[in-house]
């Protein structure tokens, strides 16, 4: 399966970072509550050394409520300024001015002892998909930034001015050159951080119901109303969804892309249910 993603936009964006940061005071980092660790660029890390960040875990209405207060205890005792959030409903954005302050602490003192007064440029990055719009928009409390449940919609960096005197500058999403585990690209994969046209639709569908067998059975039976399904493969349970569904090319051929792209799309929309896809006990794989 080909899971490597890398448009010529995406180098732009890593140098469009590091010139940006000279005039930025803070980076919010966002990732996905459903892959906390998968969906943090590593590049990101060495691009923002040194700078004030916030951590802001989004999508948590996405994810495992159970998983995701393992995570933010996880990354509290690293020492990470981190808020969870939801960006469409706006939960958790109401603690992000605390969040800030303990980021800016240092940096506001020293402003304060020299005398100046200006607003927070507060630069805004993360990998694709992970709702950085959604989070600027929500906010502003306006549509001033691009937002669509897609990869790669943001192409070049934008301001965003705020009533209470910071600034915000929406980054494009930007991956990394090169998966070192296939498990990590698997896992953006599913969310759709990378762009499904890349890679084989029906193969990616029957490791995602892998997955959910193992470790959402009843999820996963309740919704395409199965019987059983763990310890069979994906792709045996992708054959008993299009039997129940009803996906027939006709004599007796079942219709797997569909179904899969169906199964794929469902579990995007949180129709089958709220799923975390690692979590942070000795940062264990499931996949």
């Not at 129709?271 to 942070?280: A, D, N, V």
Request: glycine content about 8%; overall charge positive.
């Amino acid at each position: 399966m080909n899971l490597q993603w890398f448009p010529g936009h995406m180098a732009r964006t890593r140098k469009m970072m590091a010139e940006s940061l000279k005039i930025t005071d803070v980076a919010a980092e966002l990732i996905d509550a459903r892959l906390p660790l998968s969906s943090r660029n590593p590049e990101i890390d060495k691009i923002l050394e040194g700078k004030p960040r916030i951590l802001v875990l989004n999508k948590i209405d996405m994810a495992d409520d159970k998983a995701t207060a393992l995570w933010i205890k996880y990354f509290k005792n690293k020492g990470l300024n981190v808020i969870a959030v939801n960006s469409v409903t706006g939960k958790g954005l109401e603690k992000i001015s605390a969040v800030l302050d303990t980021a800016l602490e240092s940096k506001r003192a020293r402003d304060a002892a020299r005398g100046i007064n200006r607003s927070v440029k507060m630069m805004v990055c993360g990998i694709p998909n992970v709702g950085k719009s959604s989070f600027i928009n929500k906010i502003a409390g306006r549509a001033g930034a691009k937002a669509e449940n897609r990869p790669g919609v943001t192409k070049d960096k934008q301001w965003i001015r705020l009533k209470d005197g910071i600034e915000l500058l929406d980054m494009p999403g930007v991956l990394w050159p090169k998966f070192d585990s296939e498990k990590v690209a698997l896992r953006l994969a599913f969310t759709g951080a990378i762009k499904d046209e890349t890679m084989d639709i029906e193969e990616l569908a029957c490791k995602l119901l892998s997955f959910l067998s193992e470790n959402y059975e009843t999820a996963l039976c309740g919704r395409y109303k199965l019987e059983s399904a763990n310890g069979k493969p994906g792709y045996e349970i992708l054959e008993d969804i299009c039997k129940k569904r009803g996906f027939l090319l006709g004599k007796g051929e079942y219709d797997y892309y569909r179904c899969a792209n169906i199964v794929l799309n469902e579990f995007r929309d949180c129709k089958i249910g709220k799923f975390t896809l690692e979590f942070p006990e000795n940062q264990k794989d499931v996949i």
